[in-house]
């Protein structure tokens, strides 16, 4: 059963990420700062999903 | 947003708070002031110090001349020989080209003078606008490069004592005292009797320009005293804990590039901050650089690197956030804490090298 | 678009590197010489073509919410298989490469084109444009990794790292070769520009590669804009001429 | 254990090998968010914050788990998924907490997943402390020391160029070189002059 550790390590790490991106999603954004983030974009990378490019 | 220049910029950068006028003025001081120091060079080292000035002149001068006739072509204007954005009439391009010759040491191949000067002025500065927009100095820029590429083949003059200059002797084993004896202090002063780079030998002609210049105002005095003073300060402090004479800070002054690199170099009002208080942080950056590269540094030379380094730094110092013309309280007493921690940690680190 | 065009964009025209400015690290990182740019270039052709097929592959079950935590599991896991496959078949590149195989998780590259691409395509023409992308990003490497290695040797090697094809180290091409035929002993890497082949060399010679392409797209917007001005002058005069001769046979009429 | 270990450990980091400059890590958001000094400030503000919380987690994760395990393999894979979520947990916490604290650093946070300094420097961790045969809690020091010192350069770099830049929008650079050309090459210089401190640790 070694190779479970693994599975189960990926597996508990995984779903850690995915609660706290959900978690972090469900949390709106203060209404001062939208401005600034619209401001202040990250010019280089191409990710359409980056938060800070909407 | 690519189109809201800061605003800033117009008040804190040089080169438009001083008029073009004045900028010829002192680029031609400069050549002034360091014609006996060239003189110098071409009387111990003869012919090989006149190709080495000559050819970084006029590489120098040949790479900008080609490089705004492909300009204007490119633009579509007809061929005039005589080119309006050539800085040979206003000296500019013989001081850097005069000023990084003179840091060579007199065995350098032709070919690595011309790469270096080649080098220095295109990307230290043609590519940034021209004169008064670079923000690297174009001739330690040059100088740097060679050194980094072609480090094995710069030599010193092999006759001369153990043809290694002092501080390359002193590299190897820093707090050799007995260096002093082979490098007599009056020779380091004059400038007779020693190796080296071609225009840093004679303290004495360097210290007549420095003061030449300092009569025309062409030039920003601070600097170089508070260069020189914290060099000597941090030698002052090593030569008292390691008990090796009041002599080791004067030999750290006298020897190397130091004297020219603060007199010659770091002032040049383009690439050196505007501000009273950031010259003096400049400088003092400067010297504390210095002092550690030649230390603890692989290089036995700290100069260049050091003006080069603090370059980058100096739209930092001008940052409109802090900048003003007064030194506050407050200021000082920071200011004095860091040179008394820049002290302890000198010592904090020779206690651990030696 | 089709097939061929898909494959053939990311060489020139939509080149990762130097149109997108994507992958930047290991532009400069590992493009000290031909091959380790060569070899970095195929890893993340592998990397990014499988990362595409799944992602295109499993697009219906991820949902929307968290598809971006997915894709980089789905890249992570890749990136683990290659890095253990180079480690076994060619130690010597992946112990060049070092830090930089794992970080093909974070190239901006990778994650972009799952998202702009392979979530929105089928399996084939996601798989398409992940070897397509992957190639114009080795090639924008090798351009890289050629340059500088000519430069600070003045020649290029293969074998050292990659040991497929070849026994031994070869020299592919060498300025020495072109010298010796004058002279004898001549050896051109003693005067190498040496800068290139350290830290500093990799930004600058990625600056003038990049001022090479923005120069040609300065001067092909300038001639645009010549052009359209031209056409607006030329408009303009025969607007004129009309006017005038408008005015004039009003003149005339009036005179009459 | 002594105190030098950790100067050595924090100057090295900063400013000979520098992140950007020597390692070439993180040039993504060096060439992408450098355009203003605010911007500069606050994502090496929080880069340093994450990137030292980082590699105190996924050293940690490493020598206690992955290693005790046998299964070193999947140190990427866990260490990517550590730092993404906990870049999530720190914008949330900011987002909650405090609202001057998110206009500073919060809106740099979603760029820092993909940033490779992070990643980078866990690994580099992994490679150069955790081989030498030193304690946990030395090794977990040294790592956090490093990524502090990692940190600090990171900052001093890009606030450096920042303000360059400032000076170059306003300078006229030739059309071809504008933009990243001509910051590429200001960094290469950069680098250039940085040699000049090699071997002073």
């Known amino acids: 059963m070694e190779f479970l550790v693994p599975v189960l390590l990926i597996g508990g790490l995984v779903s850690l990420y995915i609660g706290s991106y959900m978690l972090n999603k469900r949390i709106p954004i203060p209404e001062e700062c939208k401005v600034i983030v619209d401001e202040e974009k990250c010019t280089t990378c191409h990710i359409s999903t980056c938060s800070n490019k909407k | 947003m690519e189109n809201t220049l800061p605003k800033i910029i117009r008040k804190t950068s040089p080169y438009l708070k001083r008029p073009k006028a004045s900028v010829t003025r ?36 040949v790479t900008e001349y080609i490089y705004y006739q492909i300009v204007d072509k490119l633009d579509g204007d007809k061929f005039k020989f005589k080119n309006k954005n050539f ?56 100088r740097v490069f ?73 030039f920003e005095v601070r600097i170089p005293l508070v260069y020189v003073g914290t060099v000597a300060l941090l030698a002052g402090a090593v030569a008292i804990y390691k008990d090796l004479g009041i002599w080791y800070p004067v030999f750290h002054v006298l020897s190397g590039g130091l004297l020219f690199g603060a007199i010659y170099m770091a002032t040049d009002p383009i690439t050196s901050p505007i501000t009273k208080g950031g010259r003096i ?13 030649r230390l603890f540094g692989a290089y036995p030379e700290g100069v260049v690197f050091s003006i080069l380094i603090m370059n980058m730094f100096v739209t930092s110092f001008d940052y409109y956030k802090w900048t003003n013309q007064q030194i506050t309280k407050r200021q000082k007493l920071i200011f004095t804490i860091v040179v008394l921690v820049t002290i302890g940690i000198t010592i904090v680190g020779v206690s651990y090298v030696g | 678009m089709s097939k061929k065009e898909n494959f053939l964009k990311g060489f020139l025209k939509e080149n990762p590197i130097f149109v997108f400015l994507l992958g930047m690290c290991p ?45 980089i599991v789905i890249i992570a896991t890749f990136v683990t298989v290659v890095g253990m496959v180079t480690e076994a078949y060619a130690l010597d590149l992946y112990l060049a490469l070092g830090v930089f195989i794992p970080l093909i998780v974070v190239n ?149 | 254990m002594s105190f030098a270990i950790f100067a050595t450990a924090i100057i090295s980091a900063m400013l000979i090998n520098n992140v950007i400059l020597m390692q070439f890590l993180g040039i993504c958001p060096f060439l992408g968010v450098s355009k203003k000094s605010s911007a500069a400030i606050g994502m090496s503000a929080a880069v340093l914050f994450v990137m030292v919380i980082a590699s105190a987690v996924t050293y940690t994760l490493y020598d206690l788990v992955l290693y005790q395990y046998g299964i070193p393999y999947i140190s990427t894979i866990a260490f990517i998924l550590v730092i993404a979520s906990l870049v999530q947990f720190v914008e949330m916490f900011i987002k909650k907490t405090s609202k001057s604290l998110y206009k500073s650093l919060g809106i740099y946070l979603p760029l820092i997943t993909t940033n490779c300094a992070i990643l980078g420097v866990s690994e580099g961790n992994i490679t150069n402390i955790w081989t030498k045969t030193i304690p ?66």
């Not at chain 2, 942080?281 to 590269?293: M, N, S």
Request: hydrophobic share 55%.
């Open chain 2, 146 to 218: 060679i050194v980094v590429s072609f480090g094995t083949m710069m030599t010193y003059d092999v006759d001369t004592v153990a043809g290694a200059t002092a501080l390359g002797v002193l590299n190897n084993d820093v707090f050799n005292i007995a260096v002093l004896e082979n490098f007599k202090l009056m020779n380091l002063f004059t400038g007779i009797g020693i190796p080296g780079s071609i225009g840093e030998m004679s303290a004495i002609l360097l210290i007549l320009g420095g003061v030449y210049l300092a009569f025309r105002t062409s």
């Open chain 3, 27 to 71: 532009a400069l990182a590992v493009t000290a010489t031909f091959e380790t740019s060569l070899g970095m270039g195929l890893l993340v052709v592998f990397v990014l073509t499988s990362s595409n097929i799944v992602v295109s592959a499993v697009k219906k079950w991820i949902p929307h919410d968290v598809r971006t935590p997915a894709y």
């Open chain 2, 87 to 142: 800085t040979l009439y206003n000296f500019s391009v013989i001081t850097s080209g005069l000023i990084y010759s003179l840091t060579l040491p007199d065995n350098t191949p032709a070919f690595v003078v011309v790469i270096g000067a080649a080098f220095g002025i295109f990307f230290g500065k043609l590519i940034f606008g021209g004169l008064g927009q670079n923000v690297f100095n174009p001739a330690a820029l040059g």
């Open chain 2, 281 to 293: 942080y400049f400088a003092f950056a400067l010297g504390v650089l210095t002092f550690f590269i």
């Open chain 4, 136 to 201: 946990y809690w030395e090794g977990l020091l040294i790592a956090v020391t490093t990524a502090l010192g990692t940190g600090l350069g990171f900052g001093l770099i890009i606030f450096a160029f920042s303000s360059i830049r400032e000076k170059l929008e306003a300078s006229n650079v030739p059309d071809a070189w504008k933009g990243v050309p001509i910051s590429l090459v200001v960094a290469g210089i950069m680098s250039l002059a940085f040699l000049g401190l090699a071997g002073i640790i």
């Open chain 3, 108 to 256: 901006c590259l990778i994650l972009g084109r799952a998202e702009a691409f392979a979530s929105k395509n089928t399996v084939v023409d996601s798989a398409i444009d992940g070897i397509g992308m992957g190639l114009g990003f080795t090639f924008a490497l090798v351009v890289i990794g050629i340059l500088r290695e000519f430069l600070a040797t003045g020649g290029i090697m293969y074998g050292v790292y990659l040991p497929f094809f070849v026994d031994a180290p070869i020299t592919i091409f060498s300025l020495d070769m072109i010298i010796n035929l004058f002279t004898n002993g001549f050896v051109i890497s003693d005067y190498g520009l040496k800068v290139f082949s350290l830290p500093p060399g990799a930004f600058i010679a990625l600056g003038i590669i990049l001022a090479v392409f923005q120069f040609k797209k300065a001067r092909k917007d300038r001639k645009a804009a010549i052009a359209k001005m031209e056409r607006i002058a030329e408009l303009k005069r025969v607007a004129l001429e009309k006017k005038k001769q408008a005015a004039l046979k009003l003149a005339k009429a009036g005179g009459k």
């Open chain 2, 26 to 61: 002192m680029m031609r001081d400069v050549t002034i002031a360091l014609l006996p120091v060239t003189a110098f060079a071409i009387y111990k080292f003869g012919m090989s110090a006149v190709v080495i000035i000559v050819l970084s002149i006029l590489s120098m001068a």
